[in-house]
Structures are given as structure tokens and as C-alpha cells.
Nanobody
Framework: QVQLVEFGGGLVQAGGSLRLSCAASASISSIKVMGWYRQAPGKKRELVAEITSGGSTNYADSVKGRFTISRDNAKNTVLLQMKSLKPEDTAVYYC?????????WGQGTQVTVSS
């Protein structure tokens, strides 16, 4: 079992940047996929970015070229660097850990982008 805690959300103006961090309570080096999801009011939770244990990444089309996901296995941390933020990026952002033995979520962190 792994617990996930997100940090780094907040209020930023359009065009600005934020970096989200996800701290895991256990080693993430062997976890198959670590990801970031988001959920805006009235909308379904959607994938933002994910990174495999081998370092392969996948991004939602809406964030490609603006967001970068990375994982630091030594620190059991997953980062999401967000640049050129838009008002439509406003949402609660959730960290996720997925493997054959479980699917775990953090409590979420609010990101608000003002126009």
C-alpha cells in the first residue's frame, strides 16, 4: 500500500507556472505507472500526464508542450512542471500510483488560473 500527498497548488495568473509535487510513503521505483489527473467542477476526472517505471511519458493533448512529468525514485516523488498556464487548466490535481496490486490516489491539490 502507498499513500500519496500532493503539494504545490495555488492561484496563478494566465501564462504563469506552477510545479506540483507528489510525495509517496513507499518506494515508487517499481510502481508501473505514476500519473497526474485533474478534475474541474462539473467535469470527469481526466488524465493529465503519466510516467512509467521505465521513464516513458504520456500527455493529454491539451497539455503537450506545456507540462512536464518526471519521477525521482530516490526521493519517492513525482513532479508536474506546468508552464504557460491557461484558465482552462483550473482544476483539482490528483496524483495516482497504478500497478497490478493496487490503484492509489492522493487527496488532491487545487490549481486556479486567473485570466
Amino acid at each position: 500500500q502507498v499513500q500519496l500527498v500532493e503539494f504545490g497548488g495555488g492561484l496563478v495568473q494566465a501564462g504563469g507556472s506552477l510545479r506540483l509535487s507528489c510525495a509517496a510513503s513507499a518506494s515508487i521505483s517499481s510502481i508501473k505507472v505514476m500519473g497526474w489527473y485533474r478534475q474541474a467542477p462539473g467535469k470527469k476526472r481526466e488524465l493529465v500526464a503519466e510516467i512509467t517505471s521505465g521513464g516513458s511519458t504520456n500527455y493529454a493533448d491539451s497539455v503537450k508542450g506545456r507540462f512536464t512529468i518526471s519521477r525521482d525514485n530516490a526521493k519517492n516523488t513525482v513532479l508536474l512542471q506546468m508552464k504557460s498556464l491557461k484558465p482552462e487548466d483550473t482544476a483539482v490535481y490528483y496524483c495516482n500510483a497504478f500497478d497490478s496490486w493496487g490503484d492509489y490516489w492522493g487527496q488532491g491539490t487545487q490549481v486556479t488560473v486567473s485570466s
